[in-house]
């Protein structure tokens, strides 16, 4: 069983800055994609970023430009730098990671509240 550790939630102002990480037990080997997705109240998940092998990062829209995500291989580990918040940005953020094998996994959320 794949266990995700998120770390780095909180309450910002907009306009602010914040860095979630998110640390896999999987086999390093054995993640091909790990990525954050995000949801707020009354809205469906949504995927923010992800990041597969060497491949370029997948940005949504609304986030280009001010997010970004990264991944520590030694660590097992993604991030997500999130600057330039705003208020629309407020949701529970997910860490997810998919397996070569096909296997999805999840982590168990970590709120990013962006108010004055």
């Known amino acids: 069983q794949v266990q995700l550790v998120e770390s780095g939630g909180g309450l910002v102002q907009p306009g602010g800055s914040l860095r979630l990480s998110c640390a896999a037990s999987?086999?390093?080997?054995?993640?091909?994609?790990m990525g954050w997705y995000r949801q707020a109240p009354g809205n469906q998940r949504e995927l923010v970023a992800a990041?597969?092998?060497?491949?370029?990062?997948d940005y949504a829209d609304s986030v280009k430009g001010r997010f970004t995500i990264s991944r520590d291989s030694a660590k097992n580990t993604v991030y997500l730098q999130m600057n330039s918040l705003k208020p629309e940005d407020t949701a529970v953020y997910y860490c997810?990671?998919?397996?070569?094998?096909?296997?999805?996994?999840w982590g168990q959320g970590t709120q990013v509240t962006v108010s004055s």
């Open positions: 997810n990671i998919l397996l070569w094998m096909g296997r999805e996994y």
């Open positions: 999987a086999n390093i080997f054995s993640i091909k994609t």
């Open positions: 990041i597969t092998g060497g491949r370029s990062p």
